[in-house]
């Protein structure tokens, strides 16, 4: 995992906090840390130049606010000036007064054309659209099966017939118009931007079909060849919006800043997850957190709502306020976030942890031995670990394969941290929000702060500062 | 803007993980050492897979052996015997070249020849640390007076391009005693497994192997129909099974299948999964286990990587290789504009070798990796 621009700047913040103004110089240092944090997201060179430079000017000369940490700031501009570079105009699907109104997806081999076909096909019939799919990949074995089944899938016909991909192309139009389907999304062949032959092709069909968008499919593990091949789609075929596919990997997405910089034209959709309707329409500061390595609060909470049980994870929340969460709980809702993907993984989705808590292995196999450990434990004990003695750490040592030092460990960890939910719940009283507040509400901020303290010592849980300015607060927060 | 249960249940899992995550992290310190003996163990299991005799092209021959008649896919017909780097790479404008050639026109080293040469590896891909660790020692050098003119600097670097590549052995393991043979194929969605399954069984068969082709991508849709196409105009075996079905009991039945009619290798197919959800690596790891269990001997497991992945091609080959113990890399996709550069430090950091190298659509287009070559392609 690569470091965050946060976990970056910490190092060089701690000098600039006691000036009241950055000299070229600190600048410099500051600018140097984000360039390498956009290459590490693999944004093009060339398009990170740009960036640095936008940012450079805003930053030069910046006062160093008292109440704001500096590192923040700079986020927060670096942030801002992401978001502007991925959003601008978004894409919004007019259709043909004349239907059908002609979707054409082109792109390299590989970077997910005909999964996101068959998911633009299913997004445009949520839209109350009749769509067609036609299967113009006559070049790799199988291609137009392997759409056929994502047609019967979601019930959306597919046309396609050996031979010529330009016939099939003009074929299935007029099948579409007979059939009087009003969208019709013609899947083509990979191809490199560099062969001449292909690239003729995929005009030709493009000539014959006359698409009312052209959407080009980018894979979002993609490096710095990204640009190359935006370009060369674009001045072929002129390109009305990107597909962002492969987003639920863990890749920064650096691509997505290439490509909207380069080609002008929107990212209009990203697809999420190998399911056919893990398919969304774009959000530019979802991936600006992302490409900064901040964390993607919203993904994580999305990804929570669907495998956490609502009602029993509130009420542990909740149990766990009050001091009155036991291991018991733990280990059921240790099983729940075990569904969400590696721990690692999830820890590089919550914005500004500490960065010895990210660099620490966490890998699944040791949280099976506190499982484990739980697991040996009579419910008794899960209860109430203040009375496991001696006698009951050697036999639960025993039962989990482990040393009564890890039990001792364990135990005591988790009474640490029984005793600051107390604390924290303690703060549970309105916290001038215009008592918008509720009793029983913490305040999360302090919460997170003392969290991070106690584990990284770094001092809380910065977190992308609010549009508003206010210092720390992730988005989510608000 | 969000519930307050939402927020709850974010602070629950906060809670979760950084407790499990504290413990795990007091632990760590105590099992390092424990660690390292392990590693120990596992390099000596890797010097005795190198010592099983290859079947696979010698390493006089670049390429792999044509088939015949055998002209695969719509792809570009008639290819000439020889397939290599430095020609199919070298369709793109060599980004390396143009850019020495407006350092050469410096003729002398400044700040500006560093610059210059640093962007060019970082178009290429090879990552800002990797980029940083090869330039550093040439500007020491420079500063000392070894490297005095543009030329210098750009053989040096070349020199320490492919001083990092610099595995030996990069033959697949094909070992007459213990057949079936078996190689897995794993990777991320959408980079040519499938694909280069069918070129290495057309390789395989025109050099009198007879092979089987197992079909464990259950998941993605007609998956397994692509295989059957490329095992049909090969003339390998092929098994696969039911749609969503387990591909783990896939593969075994390819091992035992081939076992019983005396076929001397299973290419083994699989699902592309991100390295990142776990349940589909615990099931790349099941494939693994169970294929050690059937009766055939599984001595290659190959990370496919596109040579367009940036940086996220290093996580991918960590994860694959904690999974299933892969023995070596197939870039693919050379023959684009992609330059590939991830193989660096996919195999300088985690000591995994690149064996082959996809350069077109043909069955012959995928050869046997020479870093020199590689280099030299990206430098000429």
């Known amino acids: 995992m690569f470091d965050s621009l946060g976990d970056r700047l910490q190092g060089i913040v701690k000098r600039l906090k006691g000036k009241g103004r950055l000299t070229e110089a600190d600048v410099d240092e500051v600018m140097s840390e984000i360039r390498t944090a956009l290459l590490e997201a693999d944004v093009n060179i060339g398009v990170v130049r740009d960036v640095v430079a936008r940012i450079r000017e805003q930053a030069v000369g910046a006062t160093v606010s008292e109440a704001l940490d500096p590192s923040q700031q700079i986020i927060k501009i670096v942030n801002a000036e992401l978001v502007a570079m991925l959003g601008g105009e978004t894409l919004k699907i007019t259709y043909a007064s004349q239907p059908p109104t002609v979707v054409l997806m082109a792109g390299l081999q590989g970077s997910g054309k005909t999964t996101s076909a068959a998911k633009l096909a299913r997004w445009f019939k949520s839209q109350g659209r009749q769509p067609i799919l036609i299967g113009a990949d006559l070049q790799r074995p199988a291609a137009v099966e392997q759409l056929r089944t994502l047609g019967n899938q979601i019930s959306v016909p597919v046309f396609s017939e050996p031979g010529d991909p330009v016939a099939t192309a003009r074929r299935g139009l007029e099948e579409a118009k007979r059939l009087g389907k009003d969208v019709v999304i013609v899947d083509t062949a990979g191809r490199l931007a560099i062969d001449e032959e292909m690239m003729r092709q995929v005009a ?22 990204a640009v190359s091949v935006a370009d060369a789609f674009h001045q072929r075929l002129s390109i009305d919006g990107v597909i962002l596919s492969k987003l639920d990997g863990d890749a920064r997405g650096g691509a997505a800043l290439s490509v909207k910089t380069v ?152 009474t640490e941290m029984q005793k600051m939910m107390k604390k924290m719940g303690g703060l549970a009283k309105p916290q001038g929000r215009g008592g918008k507040g509720k009793p029983g509400k913490i305040n999360k901020r302090q919460a997170m702060q003392q969290l991070g303290d106690m584990f990284g010592g770094q001092g809380g849980i910065p977190g992308l500062p609010g549009a508003d300015g206010s210092p720390g607060l992730p988005p989510f927060f608000k | 803007m969000f519930e307050s249960s939402t927020t709850n249940i974010v602070l629950l899992i906060v809670i979760l993980v950084l407790l499990s995550g504290g413990i795990v992290f007091l632990r ?324 995994i070798p690149v064996k082959l190298v996809g350069l077109g659509e043909g069955a012959h287009d995928l050869v046997v990796f020479d870093p020199a070559e590689y280099v030299s392609a990206l430098f000429e």
């Not at chain 2, 020199?159 to 007459?176: K, P, V, Y």
């Not at chain 2, 009991?249 to 592309?272: N, R």
């Open chain 1, 263 to 414: 080609i002008g034209r929107p990212i209009a959709f990203a697809a999420t997850g190998e399911k056919i309707d893990a398919f969304e329409q774009f959000h530019p500061d979802r991936m600006a957190g992302r490409i900064l390595g901040m964390g993607d609060m919203l993904t994580l909470i999305e990804q929570a709502e669907k495998v956490f049980e609502q009602d029993k994870a509130e009420e542990a929340a909740q149990r766990m306020l009050e001091g009155q969460f036991t291991l018991e709980d733990f280990l059921e809702q240790l099983q729940q976030l075990k569904k969400m993907g590696p721990l690692s993984g999830i820890m590089g989705m919550l914005p500004g942890m500490p960065k010895e808590m990210k660099n620490a292995q966490i890998g699944d196999d040791q949280v099976k031995v506190t499982e484990a450990i739980i697991r040996s434990m009579t419910l008794e004990e899960r209860r109430d670990p203040s009375i496991i003695n001696g006698s009951r750490r050697s036999r639960i040592a025993k039962g989990s394969g482990t040393e009564v030092a890890d039990i001792n460990r364990l135990v005591k960890q988790f």
């Open chain 2, 28 to 351: 760590n310190r105590r099992t390092k050492s424990a660690a390292a003996g392990s590693a120990g163990a596992a390099a000596t299991t890797e010097s005795a897979m190198g010592a099983t005799g290859s079947a696979w092209a010698g390493p006089d021959s670049e390429t792999l052996e044509p088939a015949k008649s055998d002209e695969l896919g719509a792809g570009p017909t008639a290819e000439p015997d020889e397939v290599t780097v430095k020609e199919r790479a070298g369709r793109t404008r060599s980004l390396f070249a143009s850019a020495f050639q407006s350092i050469r026109g410096r003729g002398s080293i400044d700040a500006g020849t560093w610059e210059e040469l640093e962007e060019t590896l970082l178009r290429a891909d090879i990552g800002i640390g990797l980029t940083t660790r090869l330039l550093d020692p040439l500007r020491a050098a420079a500063k000392a007076g070894t490297i005095r003119t543009p030329d210098d600097a750009i053989n040096a670097l070349r020199e320490a391009m492919t001083a990092q590549l610099t595995t030996t052995d990069r033959s697949l393991h094909l070992d007459a005693d213990k057949k079936p043979n078996v190689w897995l194929f794993v990777g991320v969605n959408g980079v040519g497994k499938t694909t280069t399954i069918g070129k290495i069984g057309t390789a395989q068969t025109a050099l009198g192997t007879t092979v089987l082709m197992a079909a464990g991508d259950t998941f993605r849709a007609a998956a397994a129909e692509q295989l059957l196409v490329w095992a049909e105009r090969c003339g390998a075996a092929y098994v696969r099974g039911a749609e969503g079905g387990d591909p783990a009991s896939v593969i075994f039945d390819g091992i035992q299948s081939a076992s019983a009619k005396g076929i001397d290798l299973v290419l083994g197919d699989t699902a592309g999964r991100l390295q990142n959800k776990s349940n589909l690596m615990e099931e790349l790891k099941k494939v693994r286990r169970v294929a050690d269990k059937a009766e055939g001997t599984v001595n290659e497991v190959l990370l496919v990587i596109d040579a367009t992945t940036g940086q996220n091609g290093l996580s991918q080959a960590r994860e694959f290789a904690a999974a299933t113990d892969v023995t070596g890399v197939v870039l693919t996709k050379l023959d684009g504009s992609a330059k590939g550069g991830i193989v660096f430090a996919i195999e300088t950091d985690l000591g």
């Open chain 1, 204 to 225: 030709d069909i493009s000539t014959t079909v006359k698409p009312n968008y052209t959407f080009l499919v980018v894979d979002a593990m993609t490096g710095q060849d």
